[in-house]
T-cell receptor
Framework: SQTIHQWPATLVQPVGSPLSLECTVE??????LYWYRQAAGRGLQLLFY??????ISSEVPQNLSASRPQDRQFILSSKKLLLSDSGFYLC??????????????FGQGTRLTVV | GENVEQHPSTLSVQEGDSAVIKCTYS??????FPWYKQELGKRPQLIID?????GEKKDQRIAVTLNKTAKHFSLHITETQPEDSAVYFC???????????FGKGTMLLVSP
């Protein structure tokens, strides 16, 4: 069966420090991968998605970047964190082949607090 | 781009009552509409979804209706139970890559 791992679960970082959140998927190949952010009192906002190694699409201009160095690995990064980067970050995957638009499976999330 | 509006933001019901959450979307090309349930501190999980070629879908106590002309879709939960208490998110997608635009969520509270 497929599983998605995301770490760390919680993170407290000072303003101006770098960020690296990692997500890996097991049990499937060629997945679509996503990074979403959930701010307090708001819905989930799509930040980045990737349909293949090295292919990144950005949905919202921001202080963050994403990379996909391997088929089932998705990394969210920042060179210098801002206070506004605080939030709950969720990695997700979906099946790429077959029906367009299928269920997205979410990781456990990382709660980032920038202080 | 797509914009999804969700109402109400909070909904309190008594156990056994029905609950209805409504969403509207702006992009007429959207063709996939999932609903996610998120319990406190946990990941969102899909509870039901509907595609644009279907007007209604039901799964036990949960049903979703879609009105493409009016660009709105609704989640219906019957015979609510305390364990239904959670935040529910609607979403819409037009992309074949399953990129989702979410509503802001509805906190459903079911009192025993």
């Amino acid at each position: 069966s497929q599983t998605i791992h995301q770490w760390p679960a919680t993170l407290v970082q000072p303003v101006g420090s770098p960020l690296s959140l990692e997500c890996t998927v097991e049990g499937t190949s060629n997945p679509n991968l996503y990074w979403y952010r959930q701010a307090a009192g708001r819905g989930l906002q799509l930040l980045f998605y990737s349909v293949g190694i090295g292919q990144i699409s950005s949905e919202v201009p921001q202080n963050l970047s994403a990379s996909r160095p391997q088929d089932r690995q998705f990394i969210l990064s920042s060179k210098k964190l801002l206070l506004s980067d605080s939030g709950f970050y969720l990695c997700a995957w979906s099946v790429r082949l077959g029906l367009p638009n299928t269920e997205a499976f979410f990781g456990q999330g990382t709660r980032l607090t920038v202080v | 781009g797509e914009n999804v509006e969700q109402h109400p933001s909070t909904l309190s019901v008594q156990e056994g009552d029905s609950a209805v959450i409504k969403c509207t979307y702006s992009d007429s090309a959207s063709n996939y509409f999932p609903w996610y349930k998120q319990e406190l501190g946990k990941r969102p999980q899909l509870i039901i979804d509907i595609r644009s070629n279907v007007g209604e879908k039901k799964d036990q106590r949960i049903a979703v209706t879609l009105n493409k002309t009016a660009k709105h879709f609704s989640l219906h939960i019957t015979e609510t139970q305390p364990e239904d208490s959670a935040v529910y998110f609607c979403a819409a997608s037009r992309s074949r890559y399953s990129t989702l635009t979410f509503g802001k969520g509805t906190m459903l509270l079911v009192s025993p």
